[in-house]
């Protein structure tokens, strides 16, 4: 049974219906439910190699202090039981579309934004402006249907903006509900340390707490002018949003901005044949998620990680946008050439493409044109 935190529903109408909801522990998850040995035991998902980071780890795993990115090694360190299983992108793709289509029954396709395979933000103003469910019946009643039909929990926050729904979501996982009423946003985030803000970094962080800012509260209450002093123009922004003033829209006609895959090396790379055997692999995936969500790409980039940890990056733009595999491979292999690594040691190699846009479908010519 999931938990819920919310304060008894006022009559106040709600401006807006915001969802945020998160598939608790994704990836593991799916295997947990494909494969009844792993339930209950400490799982991470990761690579078999020396160097392989952690790709996600199961609440067992996480109460060991095991987390997301962290070095595999390291893992095993804090838990010496711990499973390792390899990553099977095609069933975390398949089980988000089946997410995807449960959101689609109490939205519109445009009022769902996909932030990650398993993370979403929902507009579901409609349903409940003309009272045909209040805000708690529908986060119910996707959580019991994501449960039901793909056997996954998924943690839900409800508000009227995207920033409070998606921080009220994350603060009773997994599996939780949460409901924060309307002109309650800046009493729910005035107590919750400044890093729950989404985007502040740790260095952001620490220039905040120089000058006292520690809470959200603390945030919020501080003279608009200071905070831009410390900040810069971006500190009247954050005081906004601890404020819980978010009026960024729910959009989910706009294409993922960037599609990128990585690989790192077991041992450092030298040689030139082997680096471009590893991005013809790389853009190999790159082309299959293309040609999956129905984009193409106008710029293609290759990013390089040298053994002190330096990141090398250059890229290509064409004149029009492509989706086929060996137009990006001899674009990736241009920007391999222009990052001038020659024969020095690569620990990581990356290819993504940006610039993505929906083709448009082709006209019949007339004999006028």
């Known amino acids: 049974m999931w938990q819920t935190a919310f304060t008894v529903p006022r009559s106040d109408p709600w401006p807006r219906t915001i969802l945020h909801v998160d598939l608790d522990a994704f990836y593991t998850s799916v295997h947990q439910r494909d494969d009844p040995a792993l339930r209950g035991k400490p ?113 839900v926050g409800v508000a009227t903006s995207k920033l409070v729904a998606k921080i009220a979501g994350a603060s009773r996982k997994p599996d939780g509900l949460v409901l924060v009423l309307p002109g309650t946003e800046a009493d729910f985030l005035a107590p919750l340390p400044i890093g729950v803000i989404p985007g502040l970094g740790p260095k952001s962080e620490e220039r905040l707490r120089l000058v006292g800012v520690r809470s959200v509260g603390d945030l919020a209450g501080q003279e608009t002018q200071r905070l831009i002093q410390v900040m810069g123009t971006g500190g009247a922004v954050l005081q906004r949003l601890a404020q819980g003033r978010d009026r960024s829209p729910v959009d989910g006609s706009r294409p993922a901005k960037t599609i990128s895959a990585e690989t790192t090396f077991e041992y450092d790379v030298t040689d030139r044949a082997l680096l471009e055997d590893a991005l013809r692999d790389l853009v190999e995936k790159l082309t299959e998620r293309l040609r999956s969500d129905g984009v193409r790409a106008r710029t293609v980039y290759v990013k390089l990680k040298l053994p002190d940890f330096r990141l090398v990056s250059r890229q290509v733009s064409r004149t029009s946008p492509t989706d086929d595999g060996e137009a990006i491979f001899r674009a990736a292999r241009s920007a391999l050439e222009k990052s001038h690594v020659e024969s020095r040691a690569v620990r990581l190699i990356g290819v993504g493409v940006s610039g993505l846009v929906h083709p448009q479908p082709e006209l019949q010519m007339t004999l006028f044109d």
């Open 43 to 155: 799982v991470v998902v990761a690579g078999r190699s020396r160097r392989a980071v952690v790709m996600g780890a199961s609440y067992e795993a996480r109460s060991h202090g095991v987390h997301s990115a962290m070095p595999l090694h390291e893992a095993r360190e804090h838990c010496p039981e711990l499973i390792v299983v390899p990553p099977e992108s095609s069933r975390y793709r398949e089980t988000s579309r089946q997410v995807h289509a449960i959101f689609r029954r109490f939205t519109s396709p445009e009022k769902i934004e996909a932030v990650a395979l398993d993370e979403a933000y929902l507009d579901v103003t409609v349903r409940t402006r003309h009272g045909t469910s209040s805000p708690e019946d529908v986060a119910r009643r996707i959580k019991y249907t994501i449960h039901t039909e793909v056997g996954l929990t998924a943690s």
